[in-house]
């Protein structure tokens, strides 16, 4: 599945010399990095004493803890100790001129209505609706087996979002102050092949500020992944690093680095991901408030 957030922090193993390498990686070319979660390999790293410098808040719905660090050594001591023998996992940005060639809203969705996002699928049935397309495939999967993805595209989905018995979502907040992108709004829906029960599901938003500047919101939902995991922190590398706590006690992650914002909100299977080049931390917090995320996260 096509999804940068997904599976972050699964058990990866390396050689004893990689942590070394990767600490040289990030002290030359920390900034040369991407938003988007890297996995970085390293064997077992017991023998670190180090004394950690660690502050650690706790997410309201599922008390989901996020701990930030001032150095990679403290994050990769503490991952250590949490997880023994497993990968180091974290993000460091890429600043705003780099990000000009991320994947853009309008490109994720076509490559997603052409492609697809589990590799492999077999086209079932397509067609056109009044606002939009649409794909139902078909795959065996590793992770989730015999399985229908349907991919869906309309610009009804910038104003609200509608998954049955899953999610009821006003996005007004977002489409009455930013223009949502033309083809750039799609809903997938993936589904067990017996008992068509969802498995998971993706909506990715794409918005343009009066500035034409972007802004995204994806919603995620997997029956596989628990959210509700411990995210490590490295607050050295952006211009500010804090957890912002919603008007409906929500607690959310927010990232900035050169004018760049992120934007985490999550609770078991559930996640709620916001990046922007054209909303400061304080207008961010306050679209925040009015996302109504206790219901949307519940």
Same mark, same amino acid.
């Given at each position: 599945?096509?999804?940068?957030?997904?599976?972050?922090?699964?058990?990866?193993?390396?050689?004893?010399?990689?942590?070394?390498?990767?600490?040289?990686?990030?002290?030359?070319?920390?900034?040369?990095?991407?938003?988007?979660?890297?996995?970085?390999?390293?064997?077992?790293?017991?023998?670190?004493?180090?004394?950690?410098?660690?502050?650690?808040?706790?997410?309201?719905?599922?008390?989901?803890?996020?701990?930030?660090?001032?150095?990679?050594?403290?994050?990769?001591?503490?991952?250590?100790?949490?997880?023994?023998?497993?990968?180091?996992?974290?993000?460091?940005?890429?600043?705003?001129?780099?990000?000009?060639?991320?994947?853009?809203?309008?490109?994720?969705?076509?490559?997603?209505?052409?492609?697809?996002?589990?590799?492999?699928?077999?086209?079932?049935?397509?067609?056109?609706?009044?606002?939009?397309?649409?794909?139902?495939?078909?795959?065996?999967?590793?992770?989730?087996? &015999?399985?229908? *993805?349907?991919? %869906? =595209?309309? +610009?009804?989905?910038?104003?609200? /979002?509608?998954?049955?018995? $899953?999610?009821?979502?006003?996005?007004?907040?977002?489409?009455?102050?930013?223009?949502?992108?033309?083809?750039?709004?799609?809903?997938?829906?993936?589904?067990?092949?017996?008992?068509?029960?969802?498995?998971?599901?993706?909506?990715?938003?794409?918005?343009?500020?009066?500035?034409?500047?972007?802004?995204?919101?994806?919603?995620?939902?997997?029956?596989?992944?628990?959210?509700?995991?411990?995210?490590?922190?490295?607050?050295?590398?952006?211009?500010?690093?804090?957890?912002?706590?919603?008007?409906?006690?929500?607690?959310?992650?927010?990232?900035?680095?050169?004018?760049?914002?992120?934007?985490?909100?999550?609770?078991?299977?559930?996640?709620? &991901?916001?990046? *922007?080049?054209? %909303? =400061?931390? +304080?207008?961010?917090?306050?679209? /925040?408030?009015?996302?109504? $995320?206790?219901?949307?996260?519940?």
């Amino acid at each position: 599945m096509n999804n940068p957030i997904y599976h972050a922090f699964r058990p990866i193993h390396a050689s004893d010399g990689t942590l070394e390498e990767v600490f040289q990686r990030i002290e030359s070319k920390r900034h040369r990095f991407c938003f988007s979660v890297r996995i970085l390999l390293a064997a077992v790293l017991a023998f670190i004493l180090l004394t950690l410098s660690v502050f650690a808040a706790d997410y309201v719905l599922n008390h989901r803890q996020v701990f930030f660090f001032d150095t990679l050594e403290a994050l990769a001591a503490e991952q250590s100790q949490e997880n023994p023998g497993n990968a180091i996992g974290y993000a460091i940005p890429c600043d705003a001129e780099e990000a000009k060639d991320l994947e853009t809203s309008v490109q994720y969705v076509a490559r997603a209505m052409e492609n697809g996002l589990l590799g492999d699928e077999q086209v079932v049935d397509r067609g056109r609706t009044p606002d939009g397309c649409w794909v139902i495939r078909k795959c065996q999967n590793d992770l989730y087996g &015999d399985v229908l *993805t349907e991919y %869906r =595209t309309s +610009p009804t989905y910038a104003n609200a /979002l509608s998954i049955d018995g $899953l999610l009821q979502w006003d996005l007004s907040a977002l489409a009455n102050t930013m223009k949502p992108d033309e083809n750039g709004q799609i809903l997938v829906l993936c589904k067990s092949q017996g008992e068509h029960d969802l498995l998971w599901s993706k909506a990715h938003l794409g918005y343009t500020t009066d500035e034409g500047k972007w802004f995204s919101l994806s919603y995620t939902y997997d029956i596989t992944w628990d959210y509700g995991r411990p995210e490590y922190i490295l607050s050295d590398a952006y211009d500010s690093s804090e957890v912002f706590v919603t008007d409906d006690s929500v607690q959310v992650l927010l990232l900035s680095y050169d004018g760049q914002v992120w934007a985490k909100a999550a609770n078991g299977h559930r996640s709620v &991901d916001i990046y *922007t080049t054209g %909303r =400061t931390v +304080p207008e961010i917090k306050s679209l /925040l408030n009015q996302l109504s $995320l206790s219901t949307v996260l519940r």
